[in-house]
């Protein structure tokens, strides 16, 4: 039966994909995710982390056959899953405020999860999911501890060399920044690696989803370790007051932090690669994802891919190093490129707040 020239199940899952669309901060919904952020970091940590956001991704995974049944709708979720995966890498570049940079970090991953679904890979969406609670947890409150040691300050221009004074905070952060960055062993490698996978073998995927995510994987690795270096490396640049009172946060903040960066380390492992083993997540989740596509491709294919991801990866953690480390290169070379338009547009958020002030 069709419904406006289309068959019903495409209006009807292109209609609950608008909802989670909504819920889980895809383009043009997305806006409101940042500005969110204004709250505690704790509920930052738990809503936008971990639970509400990604309320989204799990009722597209859930309803997988359905969505299944209409392939179109999901090419119209690969199409925008990838343009937020990219435009809110973007805006991630240029961020000076500790929490705007995870939130659209945030949105990005999102971005992640739903390539996942829109190439048939549900299973590896869910799984990101679970991956990105736990770093994207730690990154939040290890940002509020270092908010609270910092009086409430969250601009990162004012900040630097705070590893000496926070040791566990930095260490916790550090380890969730490889993991979202996508380094092996840790869990967000496993994680995006295989959405990467199936979105280069799976018969709903294809080599230009691919290419893109991984162009957003390699400015993910850049923007966090921009954020790693303002904040824990280099020279303090806080005022003398704030200096004076820099401290490791007590227990109560730093434990949670040192939880969840055992899981950003350890969660990786059920859900291994294909060459490896296969995905034991992938398995668990059989009862309600049995149209799971079964990736065509050699091992040999896998093992290259991987390895592309990683240097990928570690290209952005190289010129990142450079900029924000070594500050051998200078980040104007790239602000300043085309006049400073990209770096214009990507500073004011591809001018969404002002697009939808004028509509």
């Given amino acids: 039966s069709m419904i406006w020239g289309m068959p019903v199940v495409t209006v009807a899952t292109l209609f609950l994909f608008v909802g989670a669309a909504g819920k889980s901060a895809q383009i043009p919904l997305f806006v409101w995710l940042p500005d969110a952020m204004a709250g505690p970091t704790p509920v930052s940590a738990l809503i936008h982390a971990a639970t509400m956001v990604t309320a989204g991704v799990y009722m597209t995974a859930r309803m997988n056959d359905f969505f299944s049944m209409a392939p179109d709708t999901l090419h119209v979720i690969a199409i925008i899953a990838v343009a937020t995966a990219l435009v809110a890498a973007t805006i991630a570049l240029t961020q000076y405020d500790i929490k705007k940079v995870l939130a659209y970090s945030t949105v990005s991953q999102l971005g992640y999860m739903f390539i996942g679904v829109g190439v048939g890979a549900y299973a590896a969406a869910i799984f990101h999911l679970?991956?990105?609670?736990?770093?994207?947890?730690?990154?939040?409150?290890?940002?509020g501890s270092v908010i609270h040691a910092m009086h409430h300050e969250q601009d990162m221009r004012k900040m630097g060399g705070l590893?000496?004074?926070?040791?566990?905070?930095?260490?916790?952060?550090?380890?969730?920044v490889l993991a979202i960055a996508g380094f092996p062993p840790f869990a967000g490698f496993f994680s995006k690696d295989e959405i990467l996978w199936l979105a280069f073998t799976s018969p709903h995927g294809s080599k230009l989803v691919w290419f893109l995510a991984l162009?957003?994987?390699?400015?993910?690795?850049?923007?966090?370790?921009?954020?790693?270096?303002m904040t824990f490396y280099g020279?303090?640049?806080?005022?003398?007051?704030?200096?004076?009172?820099?401290?490791?946060?007590?227990?109560?903040m730093t434990m949670p932090l040192v939880v969840l960066a055992i899981g950003a380390v350890f969660a990786g492992f059920i859900g291994l690669p294909?060459?490896?083993?296969?995905?034991?997540?992938?398995?668990?989740?059989?009862?309600?994802?049995h149209a799971h596509e079964a990736a065509h491709g050699s091992h040999a294919l896998e093992w290259g891919l991987m390895a592309v991801s990683v240097s990928v990866a570690l290209l952005g953690v190289l010129i990142a190093y450079?900029?924000?480390?070594?500050?051998?290169?200078?980040?104007?070379?790239?602000?300043?490129?085309?006049?400073?338009?990209?770096y214009r547009l990507f500073d004011r958020k591809w001018y969404f707040d002002e697009i939808y002030q004028v509509i």
């Fill in 130 to 143: 679970m991956t990105h609670a736990f770093f994207k947890a730690c990154l939040f409150l290890a940002a």
């Fill in 163 to 176: 590893k000496t004074w926070m040791p566990i905070t930095f260490a916790t952060f550090f380890i969730s």
């Fill in 215 to 229: 162009c957003g994987a390699g400015m993910t690795a850049f923007y966090m370790f921009r954020q790693l270096f």
């Fill in 235 to 252: 020279t303090c640049r806080a005022d003398h007051h704030t200096q004076e009172h820099l401290h490791e946060s007590p227990p109560v």
């Fill in 274 to 289: 294909g060459v490896l083993g296969g995905s034991q997540f992938a398995h668990w989740l059989e009862p309600v994802i």
């Fill in 322 to 342: 450079l900029m924000y480390r070594r500050e051998a290169l200078s980040p104007e070379i790239f602000s300043n490129l085309a006049g400073g338009f990209f």
